[in-house]
Nanobody
Framework: QAQLAESGGGLVQPGGSLRLSCAASGSAFNICNINVMAWYRQGPGKERGLVGIITRDGGTNYIDSNKGRFTISRDNAKMTVYLQLNILKPEDTAVYYC??????????WGQGTQVTVSS
């Protein structure tokens, strides 16, 4: 059993901020077996794409358009990954998905949380 519970999405004005959270729970996860955690997003009429990724030891990588505005972090003890979204733009409007990969080949996706940037 595996669950990824995302929260923190909502409606925000351009220039605003949001903090997304994704907590892993269930018998599939423990504090030792989660390797990579990441956030993806899918905007209207677009394919799902990577926002940022964080390894177990805290190494991060972002797509170029998000660098300086978005920050990914994680708490291994809480099996939780976060995404701080700053200086939001209308083009950041999307469903944001949490992704978790365990050591080995098992991958999991959250159900998504909607972020809408509009005045």
């Amino acid at each position: 059993q595996a669950q990824l519970a995302e929260s923190g999405g909502g409606l925000v004005q351009p220039g605003g901020s949001l903090r997304l959270s994704c907590a892993a729970s269930g018998s599939a996860f423990n504090i030792c077996n989660i390797n990579v955690m990441a956030w993806y997003r899918q905007g209207p009429g677009k394919e799902r794409g990577l926002v940022g990724i964080i390894t177990r030891d805290g190494g991060t990588n972002y797509i170029d358009s998000n660098k300086g505005r978005f920050t990914i972090s994680r708490d291994n003890a809480k099996m939780t990954v976060y995404l701080q979204l700053n200086i939001l733009k209308p083009e950041d409007t999307a469903v944001y998905y949490c992704y978790v990969k365990k050591f080995g080949e098992y991958e999991y996706w959250g159900q998504g949380t909607q972020v809408t940037v509009s005045s």
